[in-house]
């Protein structure tokens, strides 16, 4: 008997936000094949998750060629964990195996508005650009996600920046990458011949972003550089 995948994994889920994902148990002996039991470990964590077991179909069970029947096991992420990463382990055991089967279950909920993009640590809401050529200057190109049940009516606008001068920030039209998310190009400029500055710790530069989000109603992104 053996689960075909070991690990699951949700990533940046909204807080409201449900998913599905399942993974497939075969077994290669002649003979009855049942799921005894499937169960979570983590308390916290299990109350919002949940498991469907069902036979594998004909379709589903021919990928698997020396398997003589099948499970598969729906596992499902239910609305309500907080921000941050969450971790469970589905057992699963059977009547034809002493021991029982784990899978792994690995996500986080991230907030529904994201700052994506090269030199991000979004965690932080930082972007870091290092030294720029006086010369040169640089402009640098991010992005803020947004996802959840409020995307479609989420405007994002920017409302100030810091410093005033030798710095700028522009919001580009929206990006409909896919049907769950929106993507809002922001690009961050300091032109050629900008005065040194060193922009770090205490001194970033910022870009303040508003939003019509009902629980985010502003972003700060902080922007390191020299």
Known sequence: VRVDRTDVHFHDLSPSESATSSV??????EGEFKIESSDF??????????????????????????????????????PGLSQGDFEDNL?????????PLTVKIIGNIASDILL????????????????????E????????IVKGPHREETKVAIESIE??????????????????TTRYP?????????????????SYAHVHVKTTHPEIPEIDIR???V
Request: charged fraction near 25%; charge should be positive.
């Open 24 to 29: 497939n148990i075969y077994a290669y002996k």
């Open 41 to 78: 470990g983590n308390p916290r964590v299990a109350k919002f998750l949940g498991v469907k077991v069902e036979p594998l179909s004909e379709s589903e069970l021919a990928r698997e060629p020396k398997a003589k029947s099948g499970y598969k096991a729906t596992i499902d992420v239910k």
């Open 91 to 99: 057992t699963i055991t059977t009547n034809q195996s002493t021991d």
């Open 116 to 135: 994506m993009g090269p030199n991000v640590y979004r965690e932080k809401t930082l972007v870091t650009l290092g030294a720029i050529p006086q010369k």
């Open 137 to 144: 200057g640089k402009k640098h190109t991010i992005y803020l």
């Open 163 to 180: 410093p005033m001068k030798d710095f700028s920030a522009t919001l580009g039209e929206a990006i409909h990458d896919t049907t769950k």
């Open 186 to 202: 922001i690009t961050i400029e300091i032109p050629p011949g900008a005065a040194p500055a060193t922009r770090g710790d205490g």
């Open 223 to 225: 922007v390191r550089y």
